[in-house]
């Protein structure tokens, strides 16, 4: 089973990005899946989750300017991110919950500055 996060890069304050978070080996439509980031110096922190049910949890950091979603046939998860500020910065990390442990995607880095 494996989660391959991608589409991380730079970009202004203002900027948009969306992640991607492929799931293969598994297909996880009905478990809670969710991002999480980790800025340089600071512990991993929650993002945002979405259920099996499809329904939406996130930071009050980002609530209004990020958007989680998932496309069951094609097993991905995104994260759309409108209005990036520099404390979006971060390395941003996908993951998917089941009753036999939590998946880890590798992570992809984010990168909001002028």
């Known amino acids: 089973v494996q989660l391959q996060a991608s589409g991380g890069g730079s970009v202004q304050p203002g900027g948009s990005l969306r992640l991607s978070c492929a799931a293969s080996g598994s297909s996880f439509r009905g478990n809670v899946m969710g991002w999480y980031r980790q800025a340089p110096g600071n512990e991993r922190e929650w993002v945002a989750t979405i259920t099996g049910a499809g329904l939406t949890n996130y930071a009050d950091s980002v609530k209004g300017r990020f958007t989680i979603s998932r496309d069951i046939a094609k097993n991905t998860l995104y994260l759309q991110m409108n209005s990036l500020k520099p404390e979006d910065t971060g390395v941003y990390y996908c993951?998917?919950?089941?009753?036999?442990?939590?998946?880890w995607g590798q992570g992809t880095l984010v990168t909001v500055s002028s």
């Open positions: 993951n998917a919950v089941t009753r036999a442990r939590t998946f």
